[in-house]
T-cell receptor, first 114, second 112 residues
Framework: EAQVTQNPRYLITVTGKKLTVTCSQNMNHEYMSWYRQDPGLGLRQIYYSMNVEVTDKGDVPEGYKVSRKEKRNFPLILESPSPNQTSLYFC?????????????FGQGTRLTVV | GNSVTQMEGPVTLSEEAFLTINCTYTATGYPSLFWYVQYPGEGLQLLLKATKADDKGSNKGFEATYRKETTSFHLEKGSVQVSDSAVYFCALRKGGGNKLTFGTGTQLKVEL
């Protein structure tokens, strides 16, 4: 079954404690990205990756890092989380074929930073 | 830059009512347009899409027509069910790219 898997689904952490949210896809997709979803703002792109070792900033990259060492994995790293990063995070992947390709989303990670 | 504007929710309807969720966009060129649906506790799923002007996307009784003259992609369904209760996102993707630009989402609640 084609899927994007995120872990954990829920996370409560304290300010400043480094954390990583993992994302893995089994569709051999080149393109992966991270979004955050906030009330009244919709989904905003944090970082994206066009392929292995190729990453770039999205619209709201401050406070986040990513890596793409393998095609299937695209972890999101918060080196020093702050309360304003409390949000619902989604990982997505799609084939690198242009504008018609469907994006597949993970189930989301609800992060609370206290 | 690109942007998507959706009608604000929540929208509450009775079962079998007609649904319209408005969506307009701003973009240069000819973007592809999408509707995604998010059921409670789940990720986003593609509901339908249209890639050029006058295309109609349809799925599960939902329809949306790509109107370039009004830069709109309104979502419609003739008879909603309780199981349609979800958050609906309109989105666009510029030609040749993979980035999706989303609207703010519209929550739909369907009651018996």
């Amino acid at each position: 079954e084609a899927q994007v898997t995120q872990n954990p689904r829920y996370l409560i952490t304290v300010t400043g404690k480094k954390l990583t949210v993992t994302c893995s896809q089994n569709m051999n997709h080149e393109y992966m990205s991270w979004y955050r979803q906030d009330p009244g703002l919709g989904l905003r792109q944090i970082y994206y990756s066009m392929n292995v070792e190729v990453t770039d900033k999205g619209d709201v990259p401050e406070g986040y890092k990513v890596s793409r060492k393998e095609k299937r994995n695209f972890p999101l790293i918060l080196e020093s989380p702050s309360p304003n990063q409390t949000s619902l995070y989604f990982c997505a992947s799609s084939a690198q074929q242009g504008s018609n390709t469907e994006a597949f989303f993970g189930q989301g990670t609800r992060l609370t930073v206290v | 830059g690109n942007s998507v504007t959706q009608m604000e929710g929540p929208v509450t309807l009775s079962e079998e009512a007609f649904l319209t969720i408005n969506c307009t966009y701003t973009a240069t060129g000819y973007p592809s347009l999408f509707w995604y649906v998010q059921y409670p506790g789940e990720g986003l799923q593609l509901l339908l899409k249209a890639t050029k002007a006058d295309d109609k996307g349809s799925n599960k009784g939902f329809e949306a027509t790509y109107r370039k003259e009004t830069t709109s992609f309104h979502l419609e369904k003739g008879s909603v069910q309780v199981s349609d209760s979800a958050v609906y996102f309109c989105a666009l993707r510029k030609g040749g790219g993979n980035k999706l630009t989303f609207g703010t989402g519209t929550q739909l609640k369907v009651e018996l």
